[in-house]
Each structure stands twice: as structure tokens, then as C-alpha cells.
């Protein structure tokens, strides 16, 4: 069945570090890539997606490429502000559902 | 452009009880889908509902039943509630037409406790 691995957290960084996520995936045939993120308290915001491979999905400084060789879908940012504490979801669409990671728990100090 | 909605926010409920949890989907979506998220997991599919039939459902037992309405909000109801079920109730909305790449877009949740 598809699934989603991401790296455990949690993580802490310090503001202006660079915050890389680590996802893989599993799935059959070509799911579209997401990573969705999560503020205390609050549901699930889009952060970025992709579509297919080799796809660059990008928003607020976060960047997500679509590796179909490497079944991988990391999230990078060059610059962390503190405001980017949150829970980060990468997940997969495969037959009309979402399949998601554990989730990556973030905290950026000042 | 009001996004999704879900009431309540917050529910308590005992042991062996019943809830309906209600959603309203973002202008324009026609598809609506319930997750569970229990605390510090990711988010789990229950199912979809588009053209008022569920259309996909994920590994939840007959307990966890729904519905849609014309104007497309829908509403989870769970039977005969168990301690396990205490998790944070997710609805996303999207379009229900297309290819894979189902955007979907979601509300800010019910907290449901079951004590």
C-alpha cells in the first residue's frame, strides 16, 4: 500500500539556521507530493506541493522536489524564523485520500 | 472566500455514546473528507464523500459513518464511542473532479474527548 516515512523530531534550530525534513514514500503508480504544516492549536495548512517528478514545489522559503529515483520528497529551508515552529506533514495523494507521515515537530529559538 | 468550517470545536462525550460532527466545505469544493488525528500522529483516513456517496474509505470500523448533503457539507457521526476515539477530527474539502492531484484543504478541527 503507499506510505509516507519522514524524520523523526523533534528538531530545534536556532533563527536563520537551514532546516532540512527527510521524507520518503511508497506508493504505486505517480501520487502527487505534499508537505502540509501545523500550528499549535490550529488544522492543517497546504505549504507546497507536487504534481510529478522532477516538480519544485515552493512557499514562504520552503522547497520540496519531486525525486520519482529516490521515491524522496525533502523540505528545505535556507533561513528559519521563529514563527516557522510548527508540525510538518509531508503527505501523498493516491485514490482520492491522503496518506501522511508521522508529522516532524519543529522549534525555531531566537 | 470562507474556508472550511467545522462545529464544534470541542466535545466531550462518555463511553458508549454517539456524536455527529458537522463540516462545511471551502467555496466552490464539492468533495469532503474526514480524518482522525490522535495526539502526536499524523492524520488518518477515514473517508470521502462525493455526490453524497462515500466513495473511498480507509481501514475504520462501521461505527464511523457519514453523510453528504446537496450543498455539499457532510457530517461525521460515530456510534457507540470508545476511549480510543478521543483525537482531533479533521474535514478537508476539494474538487471532486480531476487528476491525482487532489488539493485538499482543511478546517481547523473538533477536539472530541471521550471520557
Known amino acids: 500500500g503507499n506510505s509516507v516515512t519522514q524524520m523523526e523530531g523533534p528538531v530545534t534550530l536556532s533563527e536563520e539556521a537551514f532546516l532540512t525534513i527527510n521524507c520518503t514514500y511508497t506508493a504505486t503508480g505517480y501520487p502527487s507530493l505534499f508537505w502540509y504544516v501545523q500550528y499549535p492549536g490550529e488544522g492543517l495548512q497546504l505549504l507546497l506541493k507536487?504534481?510529478?517528478?522532477?516538480d519544485k514545489g515552493s512557499n514562504k522559503g520552503f522547497e520540496a522536489t519531486y525525486r520519482k529515483e529516490t521515491t524522496s520528497f525533502h523540505l528545505e529551508k535556507g533561513s528559519v524564523q521563529v514563527s516557522d515552529s510548527a508540525v510538518y506533514f509531508c503527505a501523498l495523494s493516491a485514490s482520492y485520500k491522503l496518506s501522511f507521515g508521522a508529522g516532524t515537530t519543529v522549534t525555531v529559538r531566537a | 472566500d470562507a474556508g472550511v468550517t467545522q462545529s464544534p470545536t470541542h466535545l466531550i462525550k462518555t463511553r458508549g455514546q454517539q456524536v455527529t460532527l458537522r463540516c462545511s466545505p471551502k467555496s466552490g469544493h464539492d468533495t469532503v473528507s474526514w480524518y482522525q488525528q490522535a495526539l502526536g500522529q499524523g492524520p488518518q483516513f477515514i473517508f470521502q464523500?462525493?455526490?453524497?456517496?462515500?466513495?473511498q474509505r480507509g481501514n475504520f470500523p462501521d461505527r464511523f459513518s457519514g453523510h453528504q448533503f446537496p450543498n455539499y457539507s457532510s457530517e461525521l457521526n460515530v456510534n457507540a464511542l470508545l476511549l480510543g476515539d478521543s483525537a482531533l477530527y479533521l474535514c478537508?474539502?476539494?474538487?471532486?473532479?480531476?487528476?491525482?492531484?487532489?488539493?485538499?484543504?482543511f478546517g481547523p478541527g473538533t477536539r472530541l474527548t471521550v471520557t
Open positions: 464523500y462525493y455526490e453524497e456517496e462515500e466513495r
Open positions: 507536487a504534481t510529478k517528478a522532477d
Open positions: 478537508a474539502s476539494s474538487l471532486g473532479r480531476g487528476g491525482q492531484s487532489y488539493e485538499q484543504y
